[in-house]
């Protein structure tokens, strides 16, 4: 194995985010029992700690739109659901977010990567990028891109007013957020 | 058998405790203007996403059974939810396929039901309880002895029927009394 195999292996198995698990935290204080999503590599931290809390069910989906269903199905059952998926899966989802969630008025928290942004490496990502605060503004949905702010006022202070105003709400991490 | 007709065994032979998830277009508002109740949740947008609602619903909720009423477009539409069920073995989910071979709602184009098998493809990821019913007698039948899950029933039906059904509107407050009937029925569990 060459040096360089070796490092991402390394990365894959051995690291962890002080931030992530700051959020989980804060999810878990919040009441949050139910994960649904499609993984991105950004989001891995907070992904890996869903899976390992055996307060949350969490359920893998084939789609995006799926993981919107599923969260659905449990808010209605009376879970409390955080969705993941990169913001290339929100265009996916676009139509269940907004006939589903919208005139439901369902608070659904979702944890989306941010893609697309200044220093991108990867073209497919850039369409989506330049379009994802605007899709979220036309759907009238709250969201937040993560950057200097504290992480966990950020995260109650999103949560209370999703929960007051019924919107599903958008937390945005670019990469490099986890450091 | 027709629509209005599966429709009314379904809905008059599940237990007055299971819960409903109708999948989008005629088979919403058919069950919206004959069936509604508390017990009932639409989906008239996100066409495809009932069998995830319910999955969703049956995960939560794993002692109260769930019923899925969805059509052979909208299955086609989100197939890799069967996978899903079939991972999660959901006991409590009973899943009803009302198979016209079309998309009823639109104009009647014709879906590719005619050649998915799909009660062969849901027994294959994993569903434990397959029937398929080509009359009200089969289908009342498949639903009785239905008991433990994930059980999946393709009813075939023919097409036509009524279409003139008023719409569900007021979402959020049919949300609200679901919700309300989920969480009462619950707690008293």
């Not at chain 2, 198979?99 to 009823?104: I, Q």
């Not at chain 2, 019913?133 to 289908?139: E, T, V, W, Y």
């Not at chain 2, 008023?166 to 029925?185: D, G, S, T, V, Y």
Request: aromatic fraction near 8%.
């Amino acid at each position: 194995m060459n040096q360089s195999n070796k490092s991402v292996l390394n990365t894959l198995a051995g690291d962890r985010s002080e931030k992530a698990d700051l959020l989980h935290g804060v999810f878990h204080e919040l009441g949050v029992n139910f994960a649904s999503g499609v993984p991105c590599g950004v989001l891995r931290h907070i992904i890996k700690n869903f899976e390992d809390d055996a307060a949350v069910l969490h359920v893998l989906a084939n789609r995006e739109s799926e993981a919107v269903g599923l969260a659905a199905g449990a808010y209605f059952g009376g879970k409390i659901p955080v969705v993941y998926m990169q913001n290339s899966g929100l265009f996916s989802a676009s139509n269940d977010i907004a006939s589903l969630l919208v005139p439901y008025r369902m608070p659904i928290f979702f944890v989306v990567s941010y893609r697309g942004c200044e220093g991108e490496d990867a073209v497919q990502h850039l369409t989506t990028g330049r379009a994802t605060e605007i899709l979220l503004e036309s759907f009238g949905l709250p969201f937040e891109i993560f950057g200097n702010q504290n992480l966990e006022n950020l995260t109650r202070s999103l949560f209370e007013t999703m929960c007051k105003a019924e919107l599903s709400t958008f937390l945005l991490f670019k990469r490099g957020w986890h450091r | 058998m027709n629509r209005q007709e599966a429709i009314k065994v379904i809905m008059t032979t599940i237990g007055v405790q299971n819960a409903v998830v109708s999948t989008t277009g005629l088979i919403s508002r058919e069950i919206f203007e004959k069936f509604d109740s508390e017990r009932n949740i639409y989906v008239p947008g996100s066409m495809g996403l009932a069998s995830s609602i319910g999955l969703g619903l049956a995960m939560a909720q794993q002692t109260r059974r769930v019923v899925v009423i969805d059509g052979d477009a909208s299955i086609l539409m989100n197939l890799g939810s069967l996978v899903t069920v079939g991972n999660k073995q959901p006991t409590n989910l009973l899943h009803v396929v009302l198979d016209n071979g079309a998309y009823a709602s639109c104009s009647e184009e014709r879906s590719m039901s005619g050649t998915a098998r799909l009660d062969a493809l849901a027994g294959e990821v994993g569903y434990q309880y397959v029937r398929t019913a080509d009359s009200q007698d089969d289908l009342k039948r498949a639903i009785m002895e239905f008991e433990r899950g994930p059980g999946f029933i393709l009813a075939k039906i023919e097409l036509g029927g009524r279409r003139d059904f008023r719409r569900p509107l007021e979402l959020a407050a049919i949300k609200n009394r679901f919700m309300l009937f989920l969480a009462r029925q619950t707690q008293g569990e």
